[in-house]
């Protein structure tokens, strides 16, 4: 199990996104869909980005973020801050090399189970949240029989050159215990080639 101290620093990237998202006024809906969305999640085979993570007590810190799907996904905070949140195709595993601990669970029962699932099948779980801007996509996703994992809120940009024509801007995570942590992206770059090996790790002492 991941302990309290972990999946804090964990959720802390998606709790930005969502702040944003409970901030704006609510105008219009956005044309978007979920079929988009899911268009937009299978087309993007692999991304890389620059993010920012902010938890609930307004911390931040920054980091370079790779992705491929399906289940990989690795969140590099640098040596400075001696950890490490890497997936491996299967579980998501949190490494503290400070204290020498590392802890693990299963891709599926996180809330990145979303992101980085082949065939996403949002239709249950998510829909599409008005925003002030139609430019703005933002999709939760909660699942009602597993409100456990808690809740994902994506924020997405419209863009042409992107997949499906939506650029992930970044995510805010929600715990059962409401607590919230958000992760913005900059410099994404879209299915290029991401080595198998990105996604490997060294184990703590």
Do not use: C
Not at 48 to 62: P, Y
Not at 85 to 111: C, R, T
Not at 135 to 148: C, L, M, N, Q, S
Request: aromatic share 6%.
């Amino acid at each position: 199990m991941l302990n309290g101290k972990a999946f804090a620093r964990f959720l802390a990237p998606v709790a930005a996104v969502a702040m944003v998202a409970s901030a704006a006024p609510v105008l219009a809906a956005s044309n978007a869909t979920i079929t988009q969305v899911e268009k937009h999640l299978s087309s993007t085979r692999t991304m890389t980005a620059h993010f920012t993570q902010t938890d609930n007590k307004r911390r931040s810190i920054s980091g370079t973020l790779s992705m491929k799907r399906p289940g990989k996904i690795r969140f590099d905070y640098g040596k400075a801050a001696n950890m490490l949140m890497v997936a491996d195709g299967k579980n998501l595993h949190f490494i503290d090399y400070e204290v020498g601990q590392k802890s693990s669970w299963e891709i599926a029962k996180s809330p990145l189970a979303v992101l980085l699932d082949d065939n996403p099948d949002l239709d249950r779980i998510a829909k599409i949240v008005p925003a002030k801007d139609e430019r703005i996509v933002i999709v939760r996703a909660r699942d009602a029989r597993r409100p456990e994992f808690g809740t994902l809120i994506l924020a997405f940009i419209k863009n042409p050159a992107a997949p499906a024509g939506l650029q992930l801007e970044g995510w805010t995570a929600i715990d059962a215990q409401n607590k919230r942590t958000v992760v913005k992206l900059d410099g994404q770059r879209y299915n290029a080639g991401v080595p198998d090996s990105r996604f490997t790790y060294r184990e703590p002492k």
